[in-house]
């Protein structure tokens, strides 16, 4: 849809609901008032290459005239959700109809700039989507008051620029990295998998983020939606987990009757710090008694209605001690066993071949899969 200062947008509250009230599209980008967009990615592979297709924007527009930026995007009309304006953008800006892009996840953002000599509050609740489709360039169908052109690039050169803080392109370098993060982690159904060519995920683009640099290292966060996952959550739980590595090989719980293979850790207690479960929990699982030395690792898990929290912490063996196991760990027969990094990690990325018949299993996998992968990236000699 060509933009106009009087455009109506719907204004929304902190939790992204609606508060019953719209304002014009240029009182709200003056305001700074929270309002709602939908963010499509269109991606294919050519050549071996992951590219994705990128728009040049109108240098009319009000905001960032003439950068490249996300494939399609646009605001919510009033009364309509964000899944609605997704499809309802490709069409109207590229032609591109009778499609459902997937949607990945949501992100916030809120910036202060200024176009055309007037102040741009944006503050935005952004529904994030991707689409796999191999057109051509000349098959779309651009909006001529909206896009200049569009053109595919290199998925990898982008990011480069985006890290560089390259001016002719205004795609937000955290949404972007999120896009390629959850490519190489497989967070996608088995069909859309399928489709980029990465079956079962045992090869996905090599792409690698690293928060993890000289002595600057910070506590990474990762976050998984699954299908499943509801607009808000209204339980959390938090556990800690840690990797115990000895002679090159890493401490398992290895649930005997149950087939588990999981990174030792458990639930945190009420007074507890991260730190002092992650050493209860291996201790009662493994009877190693263990010294937490670094989180380096957060992996935030969203299902129906729940937020599930995972630290990962490196941890240095200090003593041996005893198993202290619950009634159900008995039951389950968790033995504490060394296991090869490599061979768990290749057990992991097999976290696909459980979505139909243990989806549990499937997400303890993923869940684990990418925490040993961070830690093979950044920590392994």
């Not at 916030?108 to 000599?117: A, E, L, M, P, V």
Request: aromatic share 12%; net charge negative.
């Amino acid at each position: 849809m060509a933009f106009s200062d009087q455009e109506l947008f719907d204004i929304l509250e902190e939790d992204g609901t609606p508060t019953g009230r719209q304002k014009p599209r240029a009182l709200v980008h003056r305001d700074g008032d929270l309002h709602g967009a939908s963010h499509i990615f269109i991606l294919r592979q050519k050549e071996g290459d992951l590219q994705v297709l990128l728009q040049r924007r109108s240098r009319n527009k009000d905001s960032f005239p003439g950068c490249w930026d996300t494939s399609s995007a646009g605001h919510l009309d009033v009364g309509e959700g964000f899944d609605e304006a997704a499809k309802r953008e490709l069409q109207e800006e590229l032609g591109v109809g009778g499609v459902t892009p997937r949607f990945l996840f949501i992100q916030r953002q809120d910036y202060t700039s200024f176009f055309h000599g007037k102040v741009f509050h944006d503050r935005e609740i952004d529904y994030v989507y991707v689409l796999w489709l191999d057109w051509p360039e000349e098959m779309f169908r651009p909006e001529e008051a909206e896009i200049e052109s569009v053109k595919w690039m290199n998925a990898e050169t982008v990011r480069q620029a985006l890290r560089e803080k390259d001016p002719a392109f205004c795609i937000s370098p955290t949404e972007y990295e999120e896009l390629l993060r959850r490519l190489e982690y497989g967070f996608f159904e088995d069909e859309f998998v399928e489709d980029m060519g990465f079956p079962n995920q045992k090869h996905p683009p090599k792409y690698e983020p690293s928060d993890f640099q000289g002595d600057n290292r910070t506590v990474k966060t990762i976050e998984i939606h699954g299908a499943n996952a509801h607009k808000t959550f209204t339980k959390t739980r938090v556990g800690c987990r840690g990797i115990v590595i000895k002679d090159s090989r890493m401490l398992i719980s290895h649930e005997v009757n149950a087939d588990y293979y999981l990174i030792p850790g458990g639930g945190l207690e009420v007074g507890e710090t991260p730190e002092e479960c992650c050493a209860r929990e291996v201790c009662e699982e493994t009877g190693y008694v263990v010294k937490p030395i670094f989180h380096f690792l957060t992996i935030n898990e969203y299902y129906e209605e729940c937020k599930y929290i995972s630290h990962y912490f490196l941890c240095d063996i200090i003593g041996e001690s005893k198993q202290n196991l619950t009634a159900n760990e008995i039951k389950r027969g968790l033995t504490p066993e060394w296991i090869s990094p490599d061979r768990m990690l290749e057990l992991y990325s097999k976290h696909n071949d459980f979505a139909k018949t243990n989806e549990e299993k499937r997400g303890a996998y993923l869940r684990e899969y990418i925490a040993l992968k961070e830690y093979l990236r950044n920590f392994k000699a």
